[in-house]
């Protein structure tokens, strides 16, 4: 698997959408999800040019950051438990998955700078999917006025599993009406400008909707693990 041909048609692929959509595409940032790979794939994606990856387990963003050292954006973008926030907390960039208040509490006490948070919210209420409801969310941005080390930039969910795009288009869409409502409170703490959503299969259709980060791994790195 050549990643930097993978990265060029990715590339194409959000030109064309975001001319579609009247939008600039430097707009869109690339998170290569490098998970599932070595870290050699990885720094096959940093060579062709996408500096932010993704990681879901503390072992593994480690490991790569020892090798990596720099040029990377680090994004943790899995569930994470309160009891590893000390493990990455001062090693990433971006936390992808902030829902609920414990693992705030942990981030502050934890967090010797602010720390770039997407609040995760399950749009689409299935039981396997971890976040807040759409009702919860404005009420646990609001409580986050105190936190000194957590900047909220925006939200992230995870869409179905399916190829019915109605049903996808529907997520994205009612994440981007979310993020607009935390917008208007016009909170400091909160601003909110972002939305992390799409993966390899539906990134084209979260970008028509609004995202601001896709996270790609397959399409992009392969899966190798």
């Known amino acids: 698997m050549n990643v930097q041909e993978n990265l060029k048609r990715i590339k194409e692929n959000i030109q ?3 001319e579609k959509m009247n939008r600039p595409s430097d707009d869109v940032k690339i998170i290569a999800v490098t998970k599932y790979v070595s870290t050699e794939r990885a720094q ?3 060579a062709a040019g996408v500096n932010n990856l993704g990681e879901n387990r503390d072992e593994g963003l480690l490991e790569k950051q020892a090798v990596i050292n720099n040029g990377a954006v680090w994004h943790y973008i899995g569930s ?18 902030l829902d609920r208040m414990s693992l705030a509490k942990e981030i502050e006490k934890r967090a010797k700078k602010s720390i770039k948070c997407f609040i995760q919210v399950n749009v689409s209420g299935e039981d396997s999917k971890q976040g807040l409801s759409r009702e919860e969310v404005i009420p646990f941005v609001k409580a986050l006025s105190d936190f000194k080390q957590i900047e909220v930039v925006g939200l992230m969910t995870m869409a179905p599993l399916t190829n019915d795009e109605t049903v996808l288009r529907n997520c994205f869409r009612n994440l981007k009406l979310l993020q607009q409502e935390v917008v208007s409170l016009q909170l400091s703490h909160a601003p909110c400008i972002e939305l992390s959503m799409g993966m390899s299969n539906d990134y084209q ?8 980060m896709v996270r790609i791994g397959t399409a992009l790195v392969g899966k190798e693990k």
């Open 80 to 97: 994470l438990q309160s009891r590893k926030v000390k493990n990455i907390i001062n090693e990433v960039d971006y936390i992808h998955s």
């Open 205 to 212: 259709i979260a970008i028509e909707e609004g995202a601001t």
């Open 44 to 46: 096959e994606a940093i």
């Open 16 to 18: 064309t959408v975001c």
